[in-house]
């Protein structure tokens, strides 16, 4: 898969991705259990999408990471989204996907920094009610960024791309331990 002569394992930088984790957590909490929990694992799993996705951008671009990983850590996430994703060159997030990330942003951090106010019956019935609309929407939306991440990283060739370089890695270990 890697004839260039000038590659080397210096080039590859594995990470780990706990993507699938919080994705399975999110799903799990959405059917089962409760909505609040479900957005922040979806929270959690937007928040590493979308600065792995920056970081792919500004490496693409010829940037360092020295250069771009204080960008990463210090925007917020609707700059990050807008300004930055446009700077990037990265395809426009609509404004209804953008209102419902803030909301979902806005319902997490309500819940990890216990930031709720004092609410009625009523009230904490209608607050039950959007937590359950805006974590059943988050599918709709975790879709659309993956469609995206397949079509910008991947060309649409995911799977054919990473068996390849499963099948190229294990090439180079067995050649290394001594097999042909």
Known sequence: MVDDPGFSGEQVHPIFDHGDK????AESELSTGDPLISIVFYVIWLEHYVNGTLAWAFERQGHTRDAYFPIIRQLNIEIKLTATWKLLGLPE?????????????????GFIH?????????????????????AAEMPSLV?????LENELLWSGREEEIVAAFREDVTRRESRQDGAP
Do not use: F, G, M
């Open 143 to 147: 879709s659309h960024l993956l469609e």
């Open 22 to 25: 919080l994705l399975s957590r």
């Open 114 to 134: 216990y930031k709720w106010p004092a609410l009625t019956h009523r009230e904490a019935d209608q607050q039950k009610d959007r937590e359950r609309r805006i």
């Open 93 to 109: 997030v609509s404004r209804e996907k953008l209102a419902l990330i803030k909301q979902a942003i806005e319902l997490r951090n």
